[in-house]
């Protein structure tokens, strides 16, 4: 065992884990230990853009920005903080800039913007050019951005170290988080991180589903090890699917395809987006976009040879803009569907995308223990986190944005606690709870494959818990999912190295993959209601009499079959009243 | 140097069921793990693959079904992230990138698959190479922007043009398949080699920045992009298509006309 002493530990490296230590770095002792090389992290794979009512094409205000992001999310925002988010967009932009971002720009020398889904003028009236972009690798930029300005400051890296538990130390004034535990891939050898301050800045859980946009890599490690320590999870119901994966693969096309003109339609040719949101079509919320899709290929318009996708036409848009604006998605579609946009329709349909819930944050990214009350030491940002300004379905942009405003944040916070505070003192034996799991995996429990348990897992959750859910799904899901939590007791993890024993890490990873679908499942059978990304066929519309809430999940006891308690939380309102949502 | 044909197909339990339209791909693998190799040696493992399978697909497939211990790097898996860098059949690809219908031998012939680790920097483990020296190289060309005197409140204007003058070295992904396909840098670890250098130039060539002088003088050092013998491996690598020995040249030019 090492031991390591700093005033903050960041875990993660994406654009979250990177902003928080730039702000962080330059305050206090910092070091960010993260499972990946920094710029493997998924912020990377993100492509449409980062909105901000810069105004720099047309008229635009924050104000309508953080409409736009209320009414997107189902009215399950809190509105304080979307209200935050929307107002330091713009100077978060401007920072990113100043960082050496290189953005799209206009025949102004300005910072280009462009139309995205849910984005509009004056509340509602038409689709915005509000999204900052660097052709359709914008989150490319922004984490190659990031760490490059980590590599200016000196950031301490520690990479390839997974963190696998958190340290908590009993006080006077309640739990207090003082550090946290990491695996090094490398050696194999457990090293505890003392510190006064931990943000996690994990990213999603994308993997628990088979058709996801996420990587292999997404598996809620950040969510799992707080959960596990009965610290709780929020609104997990709620996940995001993109409508326009590649059909099969689910790999990302952005949004920003359309927001530069492109057209879903179905095998008939209909541009059937006009059917559901008549005044922004295309450009409509995910939710509501994902949800036409599906019905469209459910009722029998689907296109192919067995009628299960629909089309993205981008043929009119021109070689041009496609190979300048929209590059790598041109190419995705010629290297894994051997179809070429400029020619040929795309085949798309919804991906798993986006987790919605995730750690509970007051708007300084520090953690909550219950409503109330913050576990002091204890951060979050980024995707892991749930603050929540994207409710009950997320904006397209508003990711890269949330990284950004609530990643500085966090980072600000957590250095400015650990200033002038002396460390707790750990809690005994802190390294016990990581000694024991691993000792069980890599001793010879049981035959069960890690491969098999996730497959089963991926296949369930596809067709039970997806775009449309219904009791009788959730259940089927719910049962499936227990299940293979008791076959996960008897895994067989072949690789007994010490050294970058991966085959170990994927069976971890596969506990946080369970642990999490139970709280997403169990939250969408509590839900009876639909809002946002959550549509219950039996339950088909919002219902705000009983469900304008947020779910807080709670894992009681230990074992990974623990019951999940389930509590809830006010949403916070300011000035914007819920009413139904049209496009 | 041993070669084995991999007896463990099955030791993990039944093996998924192969599905409509799959073939047999020998999937020839270069393996080393210093705990228990004295040398590295080949394992050839029998696949079932579709023509629209990606190499990686295979890899894994050999992961979770046959042989837990065999190691590689892979987050993304559509070609963003760069982190499965690997010789397939001798040239430097990103395994998420490269479709078996690609590599698919002619007629009935079966098809067989190398895979190698990345040339010219240590081998950790199996796929798994170090990549500090690699990383170390990057940051040694001052990859971030520099700038004197106070900020502007807004953003910086740059013209289209000017933006456009480096758009091709923004899109690294710092995967290492071009400087690990450079036989100067095979041979001479201590050149910076392709990948720093196109980091160099995507802020030379920035109209907002004004660190050029510094990078140039860390560029035009012994170990800088002088070694470069303009072998176009490094172009030819690329996953992202940037045309790296391009960038090299116009660095080389920046040199011979400043001042």
Redesign the interface.
């Known amino acids: 065992m090492q031991f390591h002493k700093y005033d903050v530990v960041i875990v993660g490296a994406g654009g979250a884990g990177m902003r928080a230590a730039i702000e962080s770095g330059s305050r206090a002792r910092t070091a960010v230990l993260t499972k990946?090389?920094p710029?493997?992290?998924?912020t990377?794979?993100a492509q449409g853009g980062m909105c901000a009512a810069l105004a720099n094409v047309e008229e635009d205000n924050w104000e309508w920005h953080t409409f736009d992001t209320i009414k997107g999310g189902d009215y399950l925002v809190d509105q304080d903080a979307a209200e935050i988010m929307a107002k330091e967009a713009i100077d978060a932009?401007?920072d990113l800039?100043?960082?050496?971002l290189?953005?799209?720009?206009?025949?102004?020398?300005?910072?280009d913007q462009r139309r995205f889904g849910g984005h509009t003028r004056n509340h509602g009236e038409a689709a915005v050019r509000r999204a900052c972009y660097?052709?359709d690798?914008t989150g490319?930029?922004i984490l190659?951005t990031l760490y490059?300005?980590c590599?200016?400051q000196g950031i301490e890296f520690f990479n390839e170290f997974y963190v696998l538990d958190i340290c908590m130390t009993e006080t006077d004034n309640g739990p207090v988080c003082t550090g946290a535990v990491a695996y090094e891939l490398?050696t194999g050898e457990i090293h505890v991180f003392q510190a006064k301050a931990v943000v996690f800045a994990t990213g999603g859980f994308g993997k628990v589903f088979k058709t996801t946009s996420n990587?292999?890599?997404l598996t809620g490690d950040g969510m799992g090890i707080v959960f596990r320590k009965g610290l709780p999870l929020e609104d997990m119901e709620f996940y995001q699917f993109h409508p326009t994966g590649l059909a099969g693969l689910g790999?990302l096309l952005t949004e920003g395809a359309r927001g530069e003109g492109a057209i879903l339609r179905n095998a008939s040719g209909e541009r059937f987006m006009e059917r559901y949101a008549p005044t922004i079509k295309d450009l409509a919320p995910r939710d509501i976009v994902a949800r036409s899709m599906a019905l469209e290929v459910l009722e029998g318009r689907g296109a192919g040879p067995n009628k299960d996708y629909v089309l993205l036409d981008c043929t009119h848009l021109g070689a041009e803009v496609l190979e300048t604006k929209l590059p790598?998605i041109t190419?995705?579609a010629r290297?894994?569907l051997a179809v070429d946009p400029v020619t040929e329709p795309v085949p798309v349909y919804p991906t798993a995308h986006y987790a919605m819930g995730g750690i509970p944050t007051n708007v300084h990214g520090e953690a909550l223990r219950d409503n109330d009350n913050v576990v002091p030491g204890l951060y979050a940002a980024g995707e892991c986190a749930c603050v929540s300004v994207h409710g009950a379905n997320r904006l397209g942009t508003n990711s890269l944005l949330d990284i950004n405003v609530f990643g500085r944040r966090a980072g600000i916070a957590a250095a400015e606690y650990a200033q002038g505070r002396e460390h707790v003192e750990l809690p005994e034996n802190p390294t016990k709870v990581v000694n024991d799991q691993l000792e069980l995996l890599l001793s010879e429990h049981g035959?069960e494959?890690?491969?098999?348990i996730r497959?089963e897992l991926q296949a369930t959750m596809d067709a039970n818990a997806s775009v449309y859910r219904t009791e009788e799904t959730l259940k089927q899901a719910l049962h499936d999912v227990q299940a293979l939590k008791d076959r996960y007791a008897h895994i067989?993890?072949?690789?007994k190295?010490?050294?970058?024993n991966?085959?170990l890490l994927e069976a971890v990873e596969l506990g946080f993959l369970l642990e999490l679908a139970e709280v997403l499942v169990v939250g969408a059978i509590e839900r009876k209601e639909s809002r946002g990304g959550h549509a219950r066929e039996d339950y088909p519309n919002r219902d705000d009499t009983n469900y304008m809430r947020h779910s807080m999940f709670y894992k009681q006891g230990d074992e990974l079959k623990g019951e999940i308690r389930l509590d809830y939380k006010p949403v916070t309102f300011t000035r914007y009243k819920p009413m139904e949502r049209k496009y | 140097m041993t070669a084995t044909v991999s007896e463990k197909a099955g030791s993990?339990?039944d093996l998924?069921p192969v599905p409509d339209g799959a073939v047999t791909v020998a999937l020839k693998v270069l393996r080393f793990?210093?705990?228990?190799d004295s040398e590295p040696r080949w394992e050839t493992f029998n696949v079932p693959a579709l023509p629209?399978d990606r190499v990686l697909n295979l890899l894994h497939y050999v992961?979770?079904?046959i042989?837990?211990?065999l190691?590689?790097?892979?987050?993304?898996?559509?070609?963003?992230?760069?982190?499965d860098a690997m010789q397939v059949n001798g040239v430097n690809r990103l395994a998420c990138?490269v479709?078996v219908k690609d590599l698919m031998a002619k007629g009935d012939k079966p098809t067989s698959i190398t895979i190698a680790p990345i040339k010219g920097l240590p081998v950790?483990?199996d796929l798994?190479v170090d990549?500090e020296p690699f990383?170390e190289a990057f940051?040694a060309v001052?990859?971030?922007?520099i700038t004197y005197g106070n900020?502007p409140t807004?953003?910086?204007?740059?013209?289209?043009a000017?933006?456009e003058r480096?758009?091709d070295t923004?899109?690294?992904?710092?995967c290492a398949c071009c400087t690990t396909s450079c036989p100067v840098f095979w041979n001479e670890g201590s050149y910076f080699g392709p990948a720093a250098i196109v980091n160099a130039h995507r802020?030379i060539f920035?109209s907002?920045?004004e660190g050029a002088e510094e990078r140039l003088d860390i560029l035009n050092d012994a170990e800088g992009v002088w070694r470069c013998r303009t072998t176009f491996n490094c172009t030819d690598a690329c996953p992202r298509?940037i045309q790296v020995t391009k960038a090299i040249q116009e660095v080389k030019r920046a040199l011979l006309f400043r001042r």
Request: glycine fraction near 8%; charge should be positive.
């Open positions: 990946l090389y710029t493997r992290s998924h990377g794979a932009v401007l800039e100043k960082m050496g290189p953005f799209n720009r206009t025949p102004e020398g300005r910072i660097a052709a690798r490319h930029m190659q490059q300005n590599v200016k490398a990587a292999h890599t790999i790598d190419e995705f290297t894994y035959k494959r890690v491969a098999d497959t067989q993890v072949q690789d190295g010490k050294r970058f991966t085959d | 993990r339990g998924p793990n210093p705990e228990v629209t992961k979770w079904y042989d837990g211990t190691t590689f790097r892979r987050s993304c898996a559509h070609g963003i992230c760069g982190s990138k479709l950790n483990k798994l990549m990383m940051k001052k990859p971030f922007l900020e807004r953003e910086r204007v740059q013209s289209a000017d933006r480096f758009d923004t899109k690294c992904i710092l802020f920035d907002r920045d298509g």
